[in-house]
């Protein structure tokens, strides 16, 4: 994960394979897809941005604590 070590907290990490990670770090185009479903985000953002689970086609809110709430699809996307 790149950024600060001091934002690694279980409301703020995901997993990304090596694939993954590599487009959307070199590619602008993937990276805005990963913004927009909450798997990149900018060192000013907070960590209330809903995560996107492609495997459930679900929004997810993630927790301090670890756990996940489905939430409703970002408004923005409605």
């Known amino acids: 994960m790149g950024g ?5 907290r279980l409301d703020n990490l995901i997993v990304l394979c090596s ?3 590599l487009a959307i770090e070199s590619d602008a ?5 990963a913004q ?3 798997w990149k985000l900018n060192s ?10 492609a495997e459930t086609l679900k ?3 993630l927790g301090i604590k670890g756990e ?4 409703d699809a970002p408004s923005w996307l409605i």
């Open 29 to 33: 185009h993937q990276a805005d897809y």
């Open 68 to 71: 996940i709430t489905q939430v």
């Open 4 to 8: 600060s070590k001091l934002q690694d």
């Open 44 to 53: 000013w953002d907070d960590y209330s941005a809903p995560v996107f689970r």
């Open 19 to 21: 694939a993954m990670n």
């Open 36 to 38: 927009e479903h909450g």
């Open 59 to 61: 929004w997810y809110q």
